[in-house]
């Protein structure tokens, strides 16, 4: 079946302006994540859904950043007044269930440049 | 707190040859995961193994196999008969009794022909 999808592949984008990634999980998949990978880095854990609720957004940065899943399904990153150093590759996972019996299948990343 | 380490930054190896991948990892729980991720040139994350801390049996599944030692907390990776596909950047990560993934900085590894 189909993967974990993410769009845009690439954003770039100017200081201080708006953007929105959005992430498609594998069906039927009720836990989504979001993780940031600086260049030569591991990913980072942001945020994570269980359904349509946020239960856990400890990584998030700081308040520029917010994410939503209204329906359970599709999930959008929002970076508002973005900085350069917000530079990075945006990775969506998912997961059947959520909890430690799970493995998270990652999708192909968004890569977002902020000049 | 969790952390792991993999203390090979870039490994460059002839077509044919093995390679193994280090990781050590810490954690104070006694009931965790270990994983391995494949990150190729595309970027997305591969999944390749999942171990808990209670099976601390060897797994081969073709030309990779991996050695989990809780005594010396550590959970490598071989590539036997390396290929050229084999380039790419290995994660190694540690889930803990809940769901977020910490994982290594990488290792980079390159398969000449």
């Known amino acids: 079946g189909a993967g974990v999808s993410q769009t845009p592949s690439n954003k770039v984008t100017e200081k201080g302006k708006y953007v929105e990634l959005r992430c498609d999980p594998i069906s039927g998949h009720t836990a989504l994540y979001w993780y940031r990978q600086s260049l030569g880095q591991g990913p980072e854990f942001l945020i994570y859904?269980?359904?349509?609720?946020?239960?856990?957004d400890s990584g998030l940065p700081n308040d520029r950043f917010f994410a939503v899943r209204p329906e359970g399904s599709v999930s959008t990153l929002k970076i508002q007044r973005t900085e350069r150093g917000d530079s990075a590759v945006y990775l969506c996972?998912?997961?059947?269930?959520?909890?430690?019996?799970?493995?998270?299948?990652f999708g192909p990343g968004t890569r977002l440049t902020v000049l | 707190a969790q952390k792991v380490t993999q203390a090979q930054t870039e490994i460059s190896v002839v077509e044919k040859e093995d390679v193994t991948l280090d990781c050590v990892y810490e954690?104070?729980?006694?009931?965790?995961?270990l994983f391995w991720y494949k990150q190729p040139p595309s970027g997305e994350l591969v999944f390749l193994i999942r171990r808990n801390s209670f099976d601390e049996q060897n797994e081969i599944s073709g030309r990779y196999s991996w050695n989990f030692q809780k005594s010396t907390s550590s959970f490598n990776f071989t590539i036997t008969a390396s290929q050229v596909v084999d380039s790419a950047v290995y994660f190694c990560a540690l889930q803990n009794n809940d769901y977020k993934l910490s994982f290594g900085a990488g290792t980079t590894v390159t398969v000449r022909a």
């Open positions: 954690t104070r729980d006694t009931t965790y995961y």
């Open positions: 996972a998912s997961s059947l269930k959520g909890d430690t019996t799970d493995t998270q299948y």
């Open positions: 859904f269980q359904g349509t609720g946020a239960a856990d």
